[in-house]
């Protein structure tokens, strides 16, 4: 249903492209890009798919980049891990019998500048590996939106959703996702779809839109008239109309507008 609108509010939009010299039938309202996509993988020998270039965690953290428009950044332990899995077996029973916070080569840089962070990890031994541990106690995640991610053969998010709240007690972790390691190396499109189910349910560009933003009766009028194709000498390219993201104005934003005009009266309030 959705769909057909905003087709019919594209066409409208068309027209208006043609009335409002300039007016660009996309919306081009300037979002700033608060999502950091941070993973830890690990390539070589693996279960279950052999010797790979590129880990399962890595290939996942990326669709999600693709699909958000987030910033990757991958966790590089300063201690290479084995390339053989027997050998890495090995490493990480060690690394949890010493509860050990292997140390990490990179940092992010700008940490402050990101409000939605999806972690991603593989489990290993039921748990994440203990350089999960490190890079969470390494950063300040307070106020900031976790999104856990991993992949794994069999025992899906172990529980380590629990341990990131705990360990990151003031954060919104929610409740995150999780993707069969084999998917995500050998079938992308599968895990796409897994990522894109769970940006759709969880509504996520609400996540991201979270500046504040006023709309007056005036923008109502000139969103309204905008839709109308009524002509106007008003440039109204910058505008945030684009409420639901999604990359067109329509009767939704409208309707949105609407709601957050009545909630606020007007006043500063969240975009949706
Ligand atoms: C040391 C180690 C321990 C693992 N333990 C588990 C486990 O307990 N449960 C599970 O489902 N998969 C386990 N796996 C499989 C990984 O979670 C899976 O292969 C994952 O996709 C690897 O991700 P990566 O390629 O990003 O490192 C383990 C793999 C390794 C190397």
Redesign the pocket.
């Known amino acids: 249903m959705k769909k057909i609108f905003s087709l019919i509010c594209a066409g409208m939009m068309s027209v208006c492209s043609m009335t409002f010299s300039g007016q660009a039938v996309i919306a081009e309202t300037e979002e700033k890009n608060n999502v950091l996509v941070a993973c830890f ?3 070589g020998e ?4 052999g010797v ?1 270039e590129k ?4 290939l996942l953290a990326e669709i999600i980049s693709e699909e958000t428009g987030g910033e990757l950044f991958n966790i590089v332990p300063v201690v290479p891990y084995p390339e053989s ?1 027997d050998e ?2 090995t490493v ?1 029973t060690q690394e949890r019998t010493d509860n050990a916070r292997p140390a990490i080569q990179n940092t992010i840089e700008n940490f402050d500048d990101y409000d939605v962070i999806f972690v991603g990890y ?5 748990d994440m590996p203990m350089i999960m541990y490190n890079f969470l106690e390494s950063y300040d995640f307070s106020g900031k939106t976790i999104i856990p991610f991993n ?5 899906g998010q ?1 529980g380590t959703v629990v341990e990131i709240r705990e360990l990151c007690p003031d954060s919104n972790v929610l409740d995150g996702f999780s993707v069969r ?1 084999s998917v ?1 190396q050998n079938d992308g499109e599968s895990a796409r779809t897994i990522v894109q189910n769970w940006l759709d349910s969880n509504n996520f560009s609400s996540l991201i839109q979270s500046e504040s933003v006023t709309y007056t009766v005036q923008d109502i009028h000139d969103l309204q008239d905008f839709l109308l194709a009524k002509p106007t000498e008003k440039d109204l390219k910058n505008k945030p109309y684009d409420l639901d993201n999604d990359g067109v104005w329509s009767v939704f934003d409208l309707c949105l507008m609407k709601r957050v005009f009545s909630s606020s009266a007007g006043s500063r309030c969240d975009k949706f």
């Open positions: 993988s690990r390539n693996n279960y279950n798919v790979i880990g399962n965690t890595e899995y890495m077996l990480a593989p489990i290993w031994w039921g992949t794994h053969e069999g025992s172990a390691g995500a």
